[in-house]
């Protein structure tokens, strides 16, 4: 149980479009989803907290007009970069929480999706 | 802000060897701390989870350890293999919140 999966796995775009990335929790239902991003033989780094029905909280630093994020399902979270560009180059990662009931939601993470920007 | 360091970076050992991660965080205000493994190009697989109050968690081979007043949790790896070989990142939650905050990673290469 407690699958999460993304789409595409890789994705090679011309600079300037844009690109949509999905996360999908396969078994459990997820009010909660974040997103990561990863630069080579670096840490993830928390982009935004994706909640279902309201408004993605980004972090600070991230452009919230770039990095579109849209959670209209509870078991779908999408991430549009929008214009991108050669920077954006990275591996972006998803997780979702599994509400327990209890007082920690432990999140499950996506396989991830690396994204080129040529 | 909390910030989570892992030493070493990157770790090279012979099949067989009991090897030591270890995994620094500066807030010892966390809820949870825990340990993950990262094959390249790939996501996260959930290795052990420690809660504050637990001193210790075992899974197989694997044995991870926190103390939280000092800031500190190691994972023990006990005779390693080759299929040991990846990246290992811990991750604290604070207490009344649900943001990771990831270590920057040990990567582990297990050599025949």
């Known amino acids: 149980g407690a699958v999460v999966s993304q789409h595409p796995s890789r994705v090679i775009c011309k600079s300037g479009t844009s690109v949509k990335i999905e996360c999908r929790s396969l078994d459990f239902q997820a009010t909660t989803m974040f997103w990561y991003r990863q630069f080579p033989k670096q840490s993830l780094m928390l982009m935004a907290t994706s909640n279902e029905g309201s408004k993605a909280t980004y972090e600070q630093g991230v452009e919230k007009d770039k990095f579109l994020i849209n959670h209209a399902s509870l078991t779908l979270s999408t991430l549009t970069v929008t214009s991108a560009h050669p920077e954006d180059s990275s591996f972006y990662i998803c997780s979702a929480e599994l509400t327990s009931g209890g007082s920690y939601n432990e999140q499950f993470f996506g396989p991830g999706t690396r994204l080129t920007v040529l | 802000k909390q910030e989570v360091t892992q030493i070493p970076a990157a770790l090279s050992v012979p099949e067989g060897e009991n090897l030591v991660l270890n995994c620094s965080f500066t807030d010892s205000a966390i809820y949870n701390l825990q340990w993950f493994r990262q094959d390249p190009g790939k996501g996260l697989t959930s290795l052990l989870l420690?809660?504050?109050?637990?001193r210790e968690q075992t899974s197989g081979r694997l044995n991870a350890s926190l103390d939280k007043s000092s800031g500190r949790s190691t994972l023990y790896i006990a005779a390693s293999q080759p299929g040991d070989s990846a990246t290992y990142l811990c991750a604290v939650a604070p207490g009344g919140g649900n943001k990771l905050t990831f270590g920057t990673g040990t990567q582990l290469k297990v050599e025949l």
């Open positions: 420690i809660q504050s109050s637990q």
